[in-house]
């Protein structure tokens, strides 16, 4: 085979090959792009702002993206992570000494079976009525956890989300680069191939 025609061949393969990676690339980003605007879309409507620094509290203060984020209102992945993890996961571990919903309901559940079955042994009594306040006031947490929690798991999905666009983005840039490079390298080829004799043989 001479070797203009071995030149051409891998030139034109090299094109065809950058111009997958071209179509990759364009793939990859639209779906980051929509990765992006979804999450942002989505987290808007929750309305969600973040606390005035003057309005948190010390422990709080301590969390620097809370700091960074105060009075900003929450549309990206990252600041839901934030709001998760350091706001939300914060006051959900003061509800009930740090139980989650899911021992906490546990704990409600056999209260209140205790305090049914004090109520009917013994309605009126003193101890009757502490266990029933008891056992509502536990009910209480259960509802304030499974809310907390839930936000919790939402917003965090949020940004599991949001980080999976921007792998999309970076995955598109490199397939950008690598497709130049080929097209560059084909190009080259061309040139080479137009400028070797014939003749030349390898």
């Not at 709080?60 to 992570?81: D, F, I, S, Y």
Request: net charge positive; with cysteine.
């Amino acid at each position: 085979m001479n070797r203009r025609t071995l030149d051409v061949v891998f030139s034109v393969g090299g094109v065809l090959l950058a111009g997958l990676l071209l179509i990759l690339g364009l793939v990859l980003q639209n779906q980051a792009d929509f990765a992006k605007s979804y999450v942002k879309d989505q987290l808007s409507q929750q309305k969600i702002t973040f606390t005035p620094v003057k309005g948190l509290t010390a422990q709080e203060k301590q969390a620097n993206c809370l700091v960074t984020n105060a009075t900003r209102p929450l549309t990206t992945g990252k600041q839901a992570e934030c709001y998760a993890n350091k706001y939300i996961g914060l006051h959900v571990t003061e509800v009930n000494g740090g139980k989650t919903y899911s021992e906490t309901s546990g704990e409600s559940r056999a209260l209140q079976a205790k305090a049914d079955a004090a109520t009917t042994a013994n309605p009126g009594a003193p101890a009757t009525v502490a266990l029933q306040s008891q056992a509502k006031a536990l009910s209480g947490k259960v509802d304030t956890l499974f809310r907390g929690e839930t936000l919790r798991g939402l917003l965090l999905t949020s940004y599991g989300f949001s980080i999976f666009g921007e792998r999309a983005n970076q995955a598109a840039l490199v397939s950008f680069a690598a497709a130049l490079v080929l097209l560059l390298a084909s190009i080259a080829g061309f040139v080479h191939a137009f400028t070797t004799s014939k003749q030349k043989v390898i």
